[in-house]
């Protein structure tokens, strides 16, 4: 079942783009988080957004905001997707799906990729905001107008 507005974030682990351990009680319950799901490292749409986020990721931290993308992909397809775009923020490799699974994240065209879906949480860690749209330009726009009410 989908995570709603409203309710609170699963705790999750995962391997981050330095190899280490990543747990989310490290920022979740303490400051706003912008969480988003994406499909694959490296292809057209998901670089697009995840340069986007890279972009306005001093107005992301000028709220108080940290950025975490979620993909599927390993470890090593994470440091050069990074190191390649100089992406400032977290990603975090969900191999297993669980976090995908734990967060119910849909899967987009006929089931087939996996979906694209950002959460923007407060430092509650309650869900504020959930926006799931193929475009991936659009999910910082709303990300960024979510964070500014709260």
Same mark, same amino acid.
């Given at each position: 079942?989908?995570?709603?507005?409203?309710?609170?974030?699963?705790?999750?682990?995962?391997?981050?783009?330095?190899?280490?351990? *990543?747990?989310?009680?490290?920022?979740?319950? @303490? +400051?706003?988080?912008?969480?988003?799901?994406? /499909?694959? #490292?490296?292809?057209?749409?998901?670089?697009?957004?995840?340069?986007?986020?890279?972009?306005?990721?001093?107005?992301?931290?000028?709220?108080?905001?940290?950025?975490?993308?979620?993909?599927?992909?390993?470890?090593?397809?994470?440091?050069?997707?990074?190191?390649?775009?100089?992406?400032? *923020?977290?990603?975090?490799?969900?191999?297993? @799906? +669980?976090?995908?699974?734990?967060?119910?994240? /849909?899967? #987009?065209?006929?089931?087939?990729?996996?979906?694209?879906?950002?959460?923007?949480?407060?430092?509650?860690?309650?869900?504020?905001?959930?926006?799931?749209?193929?475009?991936?330009?659009?999910?910082?726009?709303?990300?960024?107008?979510?964070?500014?009410?709260?």
């Amino acid at each position: 079942m989908a995570l709603q507005v409203g309710e609170t974030i699963p705790v999750f682990s995962a391997i981050d783009n330095h190899g280490d351990l *990543f747990e989310s009680t490290t920022v979740i319950g @303490k +400051k706003p988080v912008v969480i988003y799901f994406y /499909p694959k #490292d490296d292809t057209r749409v998901c670089t697009e957004q995840a340069c986007a986020f890279r972009d306005q990721y001093e107005d992301f931290k000028a709220l108080g905001a940290e950025v975490i993308g979620i993909s599927s992909d390993s470890l090593q397809s994470h440091i050069k997707f990074v190191t390649k775009y100089q992406l400032p *923020f977290i990603l975090l490799s969900d191999f297993d @799906k +669980k976090i995908r699974r734990a967060f119910g994240v /849909p899967n #987009d065209l006929l089931g087939l990729i996996p979906g694209r879906a950002t959460y923007v949480v407060d430092k509650k860690g309650v869900v504020q905001m959930v926006f799931d749209s193929t475009s991936g330009k659009i999910h910082i726009e709303k990300a960024l107008e979510m964070l500014k009410t709260m």
